[in-house]
């Protein structure tokens, strides 16, 4: 009986060690979500706002499309040598956090994500120039549709998918080669291809993101820090994949401001 008893305990604490287990998976991997959706809400009401401000239907020297003019404001973000600065900075934030992380804070590092959730907003604007709103807001649905299902597929899966993130990490090096190739070339065709082919490659890469981060919970459980941290860099992962796939999709199925 005795033994039996030292059994049920030994069941009793593992079952209660799991349990406290995924609830620190989850509680982690909604960090992480929440803190991406902050980042994307961010970029969205800057974008806004600054196409607001720098967009008029009174008539400017700088016009742009059938009753769209830009202010002084858009003029300086979009035709001086600033707009090389909007275009490259997030790049500039990406890299820092990639390589700084491990020696800043916490507080530092999530505020410099959303300063680069900011910045990226910025870069942002420029679609409402190219794209009808409403088309805009149809391809944002669109691809949160498409990233959330794919999460979840990546979340729920036990197929490992390290293969196939391998394999669409190639293909992003290809698209941006290819991309810089076609700043020269100025080709339609490619241009298309490359945009089917970026939606193929962010689809992969968000699968696979969401259960490497998945996974990388066990490198960082039982550290509180640490863990706040990788939530913050998981958030940067995947709120990259969602612009990218968000940004493909638009050029394959936005509606143009000429058109």
Known sequence: ???????????????????????????YMLGIYNHMTLALAISALIAWGTFMAAVTSEPTAYRIASEMYLTDLGAALYLSPLKWLVMLAPI?????????????????????FWAFAAVMGLSLSTVFLVFKIGSVVQVLFMTAATFGALSLYGYTTKRSLSAMGTFMMMGLFGIIIASIVNIFVQSSALQFGLNVLGVIVF?????????????????????AVVMAKASVMGALTLYLDFINMFQMLLHLFGQRNNE
């Open 203 to 223: 689809a992969g890469l968000t699968a696979w993101d969401t259960q490497r981060l998945k996974d990388q919970y066990d490198e960082v459980y039982g550290d």
């Open 1 to 27: 009986m005795s033994q039996l008893n030292g059994n049920a305990n030994i069941w009793s604490a593992s079952g209660a060690r799991s349990a406290e287990y995924d609830m620190g998976l989850r509680s």
């Open 92 to 112: 500039g934030f990406v890299f820092f956090l990639s390589f700084r992380f491990e020696r800043l804070s916490y507080t530092t590092l999530l505020g410099t």
